[in-house]
């Protein structure tokens, strides 16, 4: 089982309709967690951290179950702009040593 | 532009040519990181330096990568005896060291096609 895992999609949807993501990981050591977006052939730019509280930025929510090993990112009134990849990392300590993990990401496609 | 630089954006190389990357941080932070990406997968990660000690090399995906970070600042990864599979996107990113809520950011990346 790979350590971070999200469906690849793509998730093909109307402008204005919400959608959701999830990303499950398997080392319950993880402490940090953020998502990221990524468009074609660019790097991949912050969106987003992930509290255990669950954080709101404007149409997108971000929310981390521990219990069950996955966070979420929720996108309300998806915008054409918002097609993009969206990528969950994890990042846990090891050994006196930092390791992030990506997953695959998640393809995003908005069409009016 | 003070975000993170990287140098080339492109490199096509012939099997078996060492090639070397660099990378420019922004410059308040003291943490640097290489992934690879290759395409349909997120980044992988490599390797990170805190400051110029590399803090994590586990990952380099094999004897021929190799990394360094002399005086802290920017970093260089290279490849030696390149092979068709190391084909891929070369990211950088920095973070600041602000315990684990730290955000990375990427630099544009450097397009390796090795023929």
């Known amino acids: 089982r790979k350590e971070v895992e999200q469906d690849p999609g793509p998730f093909n949807v109307p402008e204005g309709a919400t959608v959701a993501f999830n990303c499950t990981y398997s080392?319950?050591?993880?402490?940090?967690f953020f998502w990221y977006r990524q468009d074609c052939r660019k790097e991949p730019k912050l969106l987003m951290s992930?509290?255990?509280s669950g954080n709101e930025d404007g149409r997108f929510t971000a929310q981390l179950n521990r219990a069950s090993q996955y966070i979420s990112l929720l996108i309300r009134d998806s915008k054409l702009s918002d097609s993009a990849t969206y990528l969950c990392v994890v990042i846990r300590y090891s050994g006196g040593s930092y390791i992030p993990t990506f997953g695959r990401g998640t393809s995003l496609i908005v069409h009016p | 532009d003070t975000g993170v630089s990287q140098d080339p954006r492109h490199k096509i190389t012939k099997r078996g040519q060492n090639v070397t990357f660099r990378c420019d941080p922004i410059s308040e932070h003291n943490r640097l990181y290489w992934y690879r990406q290759t395409l349909g997968q997120g980044p992988e990660f490599l390797t990170y330096f805190q400051n110029e000690a590399q803090l994590e090399k586990s990952r380099l995906l094999s004897d021929r990568f190799s990394a360094e970070r002399p005086k802290g600042s920017f970093s260089t990864l290279e490849i030696q005896r390149t092979e068709q599979g190391d084909s891929a996107m070369y990211l950088c990113?920095?973070?600041?060291?602000?315990?684990?809520?730290?955000?990375?950011?990427f630099g544009p990346g450097t397009r390796l096609l090795v023929l």
């Open positions: 990113a920095s973070s600041s060291n602000r315990g684990l809520g730290e955000t990375q950011y």
């Open positions: 080392n319950s050591a993880s402490q940090s």
């Open positions: 992930v509290y255990s």
